[in-house]
């Protein structure tokens, strides 16, 4: 197999190879997350925080987030408020959010009347379409104050339409307006109740972990690229020990991506993306290159993973031993045989990973490019 072929990352021009690799690397963990051999035999650290508290699981989809957010630092660099650019913006969030319907309701066996509504992609798609309004009328320094004052207006609607108890599963304010909105059917059931951690009300301060994304490529275009390790550094450890901070006063918190939630992991990921920098744009190691591969066609591989993770748990199934089992279930238990049962569904994971690395090879190296 022959070495990608990949832009040489310099320490010259404003891109910043790190960028495209952190998207990569967002991609990787969430099908590593979503794709376990069995979800009765996952190692802690890849199960998401069941309500109060932070994971690793917990760190993709804010990074993903925030890869969005990078992306439109560049794409949108030059966006003016015309009728083609909201139309092209209206164009691209609507096909996002019915991609994630679609998702839902594959393969077909689900009523439409019980249709889960909210979900990642669909809240992708509603972030991407607000910040990117925002990004035409806004400068960074308005955009920075927009990005910490959405999280605090969610702070306050907490407090104000929730029963009793704003930060409890049970009548927060983001339950009771999706279940007014969409009704119970359409939302999320697995934490007992009828709540999804997608809600609509908790996309307002999702978008700032968007806005995050986009400001902090938006001042590494403008530094020196082994100025900005420090920079990222600096930012990174003040926003972990803020969001640390908050979090006493209200809990970091992904299902209802509180404030401190946004915060935390946003100095995570300038961590991450420091060490990042300094790998891959100021050093110039080539060995997560191959994460810039995973990340030329993020939506469609994310996109592929789920639907053949569908397709082998429900409908590829056949006769084994006397009973009917999936090709998925097949998967794993034929990795049980040899491991122990954690490390079967890890290794499991581990090899969709790299099945996905290798389409995403295949079409970066013929210079397919899918985009919605």
């Given at each position: 197999m022959n070495t990608p072929v990949v832009p040489r990352p310099d320490t010259t021009s404003g891109r910043f190879i790190a960028l495209d690799a952190l998207r990569g690397l967002a991609i990787a963990l969430m099908i590593l997350v979503n794709t376990p051999g069995s979800w009765s035999h996952v190692y802690a650290p890849l199960l998401h925080a069941p309500w109060h508290g932070f994971t690793f699981a917990d760190l993709v989809f804010p990074m993903f987030l925030f890869a969005v957010g990078a992306a439109m630092a560049f794409s949108m660099a030059k966006a003016t408020p015309t009728a083609a650019v909201f139309g092209k913006i209206a164009k691209r969030t609507l096909l996002l959010f019915g991609c994630g319907l679609f998702l839902h309701w594959f393969p077909f066996s689900q009523s439409l009347t019980e249709l889960r509504i909210p979900g990642v992609l669909q809240r992708i798609a509603l972030c991407y379409g607000l910040a990117a309004l925002l990004l035409l009328y806004l400068k960074p320094r308005p955009l920075l104050w927009v990005a910490v004052l959405l999280p605090l207006l969610y702070w306050g609607l907490l407090w104000q339409f929730s029963l009793q108890h704003p930060y409890e599963l049970s009548g927060n304010a983001v339950q009771r307006f999706d279940l007014w909105l969409l009704g119970s059917a359409h939302l999320y059931q697995g934490f007992g109740a009828a709540f999804d951690p997608e809600g609509l009300l908790?996309?307002?301060?999702?978008?700032?972990?968007?806005?995050?994304?986009?400001?902090?490529?938006?001042?590494?275009?403008?530094?020196?690229?082994?100025?900005?390790?420090?920079?990222?550094?600096?930012?990174?450890?003040?926003?972990?020990?803020?969001?640390?901070?908050?979090?006493?006063?209200?809990?970091?918190?992904?299902?209802?991506?509180?404030?401190?939630?946004?915060?935390?992991?946003?100095?995570?990921?300038?961590?991450?993306?420091a060490a990042m920098v300094w790998w891959m744009d100021v050093r110039q190691r080539q060995t997560l290159q191959p994460l810039v591969v995973y990340g030329s066609n993020p939506l469609f591989i994310y996109m592929l993973s789920w639907l053949w993770a569908s397709a082998a748990s429900q409908l590829i199934r056949f006769s084994y031993g006397g009973q009917t089992i999936s090709l998925y279930q097949f998967g794993f238990d034929s990795l049980n045989v040899l491991l122990p049962a954690k490390l079967a569904s890890l290794v499991f994971a581990l090899l969709h990973v790299l099945l996905f690395w290798g389409l995403s090879y295949w079409l970066y190296q013929r210079r397919i490019f899918i985009k919605l």
């Open positions: 908790s996309t307002l301060p999702a978008v700032s972990s968007v806005l995050v994304g986009y400001l902090v490529a938006t001042a590494l275009r403008q530094m020196d690229k082994a100025s900005s390790v420090l920079w990222l550094l600096r930012w990174g450890l003040a926003l972990c020990l803020f969001g640390l901070f908050w979090h006493l006063l209200w809990p970091i918190n992904k299902p209802l991506w509180s404030g401190s939630y946004v915060v935390f992991s946003s100095g995570l990921i300038l961590l991450l993306l």
